[in-house]
């Protein structure tokens, strides 16, 4: 069963995508640190009591602008997501219409997008909404329209404001409220480098140093990883929190709007399969969930950590869309088959790639248990259900030596 080699490139550029937006969001963020720096060099020339209240006034002036900077950050996301969910279920749409004969095209289903989608992802907190238990009977009659809907193609699979509460970040919690954490967090640890350094008589050229590195006001050369390997104690950790958000954020977006136009076409596709970025970077679970195929609403998606970057991709009804053997997915090596897992793809690379994937000591169980299991089950064999890494002392006791 084939899927259009667009949806794997599709990935790599929302991964791009997610760096674009992300440096927006970080200059605006390194520009209010550094204009702070900027007035704390010039605070040497002034007489103690004048230097103590002006020090103070950075201070207080330095959170109400963080404070500011997430809620525009958090307008920034909300606006850029709204978009990207519009254009990733045309995309699929798109893609799914290529898979069917010119005369059925027009029977893929479209989804509908909320004005308010976006808006209610990044802003909604879902464990402050009253949620209502439905009853049996009530649930079945919800059922029962649901299915008359898809079956008149009424477009019952939209994306509404209230789905949209009811997505959040990994750890729980929403963008408004990470953005908001960081200006907090941001502004107690400028405080804490700058009157650490005067008590202890560091120069305020120093400081300033410690604090920004050598980022300058309105940086525009640098790519993303670059602000954050050019600055200071005061930007780097921000910075990396910014990059980290903005990329799951848009990598759960991405995938929701997929999923809906998917589910919304299940007489062309029943089932997806996850797809793990092929490289050393890809983490436990996404590696052992890497090629798998689930039941629409039965199984994981999407980011299943911060920083994911798989995506999920449809697959097509081998009635619809006959077997290839030319279609293929990317990898850090170039393109491979589709259907090779990342198991299979690890096991084809030389021991030092192994080996920064899964650390030096687990390449020998690694081979070992794809001779006896296969190179795709080996890796599941690898990581405990709750997506754990098992620790070696762990394979000793299971496996023996190595």
Known sequence: MSTPETLYRNAIDLNRYSNSVARRVINAYNDIIIDSVNQ??????????????RLRGILAQLKQSLAGWAGDATELTATELQGLAELQSEFVTKELRKTLPAGSRDAVRTVEISPQFAQSVVTTDPTQLNVVALSDDLFAAVE????????AG???FNLTAAKGATITLPNGEVITKAFRGIAVDQAERFSQVVRQGLLTGETTPSIAKRLIGNLQFGEEAKTVRQLVAAGGQATAVADNQIITLVRTSINQVANTASQQVYEANQDITKKYRYV?????????ICRALDGREFEYGKGPTPPQHFNCRSTTVPVIDPDILPPSTTATRASKDGQVPINQSYGEWLAKQPRSVQAEALGPGKVAYFNKLADKYGPRNAIAKLVRDDGA???????????GPA
């Open 40 to 53: 704390l060099r010039v605070i040497d020339d002034l007489a103690a009591p004048d230097k103590a209240a």
């Open 144 to 151: 029962g329209a649901e299915a008359l809907a898809r079956q």
């Open 154 to 156: 009424t477009g019952v």
């Open 276 to 284: 793990a970025t092929l490289d050393t970077r890809t983490s436990s």
């Open 389 to 399: 890494e098992v620790t070696l002392e762990q394979l000793r006791k299971r496996y």
